[in-house]
């Protein structure tokens, strides 16, 4: 079965800084996609960013970025100039290809310090 | 706005009281899932559907049951609430157009 796992439950970055949040998953799989969720304190799930396993270019959008590592299983997501309102729980997931079931990990709590 | 709605967005339940929290899409998309959020472990899946009068079960399905008549609704029954219940619950849909999961806006259920 597959996992995902988030090691750092919280996490604390100065306001224009550069952070990196963690992720690492078990999957025997080849073919799969791995996303990036932000959960603001309006409890609403925000899709930040998406990796297909088979595409090698780590995904980009704006201020957010991947280190996708197929080989060591790792998927982390940097966020470049952080802002107030990227204060957040960060949750990854992974979706085989084929099937629509997510698997998530257990979040990692960003602090935005001004 | 397309999306996905659910209501309510509060509840407070008694134990042993029974409820049917409700989720509607209007993008067509095919499949429809619950999920339940608690501290400290993510997101589990209760129960999916990848269509019209077809459902199963995901991770933690005791306590509940699902239905999907129309592509559109796809509402989550607690059939007798238990305080192990008190949970934040979203809905999700994905289509074939979609980059990837769209959510509801979440339901916070306390039971007591």
């Known amino acids: 079965a597959q996992t995902v796992t988030q090691s750092q439950p919280e996490m604390s970055v100065q306001e224009a800084e550069t952070v990196t949040l963690s992720c690492t998953y078990d999957?025997?799989?080849?073919?799969?996609?791995l996303f990036w969720y932000k959960q603001p304190p309006s409890r609403q799930m925000i899709l930040v960013i998406r990796?297909?396993?088979?595409?090698?270019q780590n995904a980009t959008e704006n201020r957010f970025s991947v280190n996708f590592q197929k080989a060591a299983k790792s998927f982390s997501l940097k966020i470049s100039d952080s802002q107030l309102g990227d204060a957040a729980m960060y949750f990854c997931?992974?979706?085989?290809?084929?099937?629509?079931?997510?698997?998530f990990g257990t979040g990692t709590r960003l602090k935005v310090l001004a | 706005n397309a999306g996905v709605t659910q209501t309510p967005k509060f509840q407070v339940l008694k134990t042993g009281q029974s409820m049917t929290l409700q989720c509607a899409q209007d993008?067509?998309?095919?499949?429809m899932s619950w999920y339940r959020q608690d501290p400290g472990m993510g997101l589990r899946l209760i129960h999916y559907s990848v269509g019209a009068g077809i459902t199963d079960q995901g991770e933690v399905p005791n306590g509940y049951n699902v239905s999907r008549s129309t592509t559109e609704d796809f509402p989550l029954r607690l059939l007798s609430a238990a305080p192990s219940q008190t949970s934040v619950y979203f809905c999700a849909s994905y289509g074939q157009d979609n980059y990837g999961y769209t959510f509801g806006s979440g339901t916070r259920l306390t039971v007591v």
């Open positions: 999957t025997s799989e080849s073919d799969y996609y």
């Open positions: 997931a992974y979706r085989s290809r084929g099937t629509y079931k997510y698997i």
């Open positions: 990796q297909e396993a088979y595409k090698q």
């Open positions: 993008m067509n998309h095919e499949y």
